[in-house]
T-cell receptor, first 116, second 111 residues
Framework: DTGVSQDPRHKITKRGQNVTFRCDPI?????LYWYRQTLGQGPEFLTY??????LEKSRLLSDRFSAERPKGSFSTLEIQRTEQGDSAMYLC?????WGRGADTQYFGPGTRLTVL | QKEVEQDPGPLSVPEGAIVSLNCTYS??????FMWYRQYSRKGPELLMY????GNKEDGRFTAQVDKSSKYISLFIRDSQPSDSATYLC???????????FGKGTTLSVSS
């Protein structure tokens, strides 16, 4: 069990560029969550997958944001036409659906995005 | 009013002190309550998980949930410099749904 991993750990981009982040959940976890955390705030929910199905999206997830989990394993979060307000830490979490410790969300180290 | 309120601090205590961290919430439907610890520039790490009301103890940490008052607490006994971090409360209505976090309380334990 290597935990949740995220790549890249840091991303600096210019306003208007597109960026894509990757999350690899704990291997047997079928639930995967994306959160965004800005300085001095707690994480805010963006979207949630169960296997490959995207089951819930927050109103924070504007049309410029899209997330996928094509084979029910890793997930990608893409932000198109980045804005300075997108600068934040993007956190991924995963959990089991069933069994001992089910639905305890384990977080990755995050991807810190800076939009210049 | 936010669904979950948490005093951001900062809170500074000497080594060995008992620390009390608290959150209040407005949604009476919340049933699952968690405390996460987050070190600077790292992801949150789960410390305590409680379902419904009651107390739960794990080593130096005790979590309390009072649903009648919509109030949860985390107590840290014999605090250590390594406990210096931001503590986030989180809660949700049912399993499989998104966590709603407080802002986090920044704790500093001095030796």
């Amino acid at each position: 069990d290597t935990g949740v991993s995220q790549d890249p750990r840091h991303k600096i981009t210019k306003r208007g560029q597109n960026v894509t982040f990757r999350c690899d959940p704990i291997s047997e976890h079928n639930r995967l969550y994306w959160y965004r955390q800005t300085l001095g705030q707690g994480p805010e929910f963006l979207t949630y997958f169960q296997n490959e199905a995207q089951l819930e999206k927050s109103r924070l997830l504007s049309d410029r944001f899209s997330a996928e989990r094509p084979k029910g394993s890793f997930s990608t979060l893409e932000i198109q036409r980045t804005e300075q307000g997108d600068s934040a830490m993007y956190l991924c979490a995963s959990s089991l659906e069933w069994g001992r410790g089910a639905d305890t969300q384990y977080f990755g180290p995050g991807t810190r995005l800076t939009v210049l | 009013q936010k669904e979950v309120e948490q005093d951001p601090g900062p809170l500074s205590v000497p080594e060995g002190a008992i620390v009390s961290l608290n959150c209040t919430y407005s949604n009476s439907a919340f049933q699952y309550f968690m405390w996460y610890r987050q070190y600077s520039r790292k992801g949150p790490e789960l410390l305590m998980y409680t379902y419904s009301s009651g107390n739960k103890e794990d080593g130096r940490f005790t979590a309390q949930v009072d649903k009648s008052s919509k109030y949860i607490s985390l107590f840290i006994r014999d605090s250590q410099p390594s406990d210096s971090a931001t503590y986030l409360c989180a809660m949700r209505v049912q399993a499989g749904t998104a966590l709603i976090f407080g802002k986090g309380t920044t704790l500093s334990v001095s030796s």
